[in-house]
């Protein structure tokens, strides 16, 4: 199961971080068609949020096709996001996690490492 974290700092606001932590999840074959997400309730009990907010992003995930609400049940994965390229998401993941160790080895802390990604990540986008 997921569990959700918010980050006050991202200037993102909070429904649309469950929004896009879910599609995440989706997308890396975490979360499968039929998997339950928390309740609203559970939600609400680790990450201290408003209710109505953890409800807007269900909905809104809802209207997209990508979860079913089951009314007294809970809300359910409608569809997958993951494909093929799933199985290369491993060694990747491997070779980004040992240039995060390296990052951090050579001092640079979270934010730094954030925007130095991103930085790169933005970079080669405009040049595909």
Not at 2 to 21: C, K, N, T, W
Not at 43 to 64: D, F, M, Q, S
Not at 100 to 112: C, F, K, N, P
């Amino acid at each position: 199961m997921i569990e959700f974290h918010l980050d006050a700092r991202s200037g993102v606001a909070p429904y649309m971080q469950l929004i896009h932590q879910v599609r995440h999840a989706m997308r890396l074959g975490l979360l499968t068609e039929g998997d339950q997400l928390p309740t609203v309730k559970e939600v609400v009990g680790k990450i201290a949020i408003n209710p109505n907010t953890v409800l807007k992003a269900y909905r809104e995930l809802e209207y997209e096709g990508l979860v079913k609400l089951r009314t007294g049940v809970g809300t359910f994965v409608a569809k997958t996001l993951s494909d093929e390229t799933l199985v290369a998401h491993a060694p990747l993941r491997a070779e980004l996690e040992g240039w995060l160790g390296r990052a951090r080895d050579a001092g640079l802390d979270d934010e730094s490492i954030e925007a130095l990604f991103l930085s790169a990540f933005r970079a080669t986008a405009v040049r595909s």
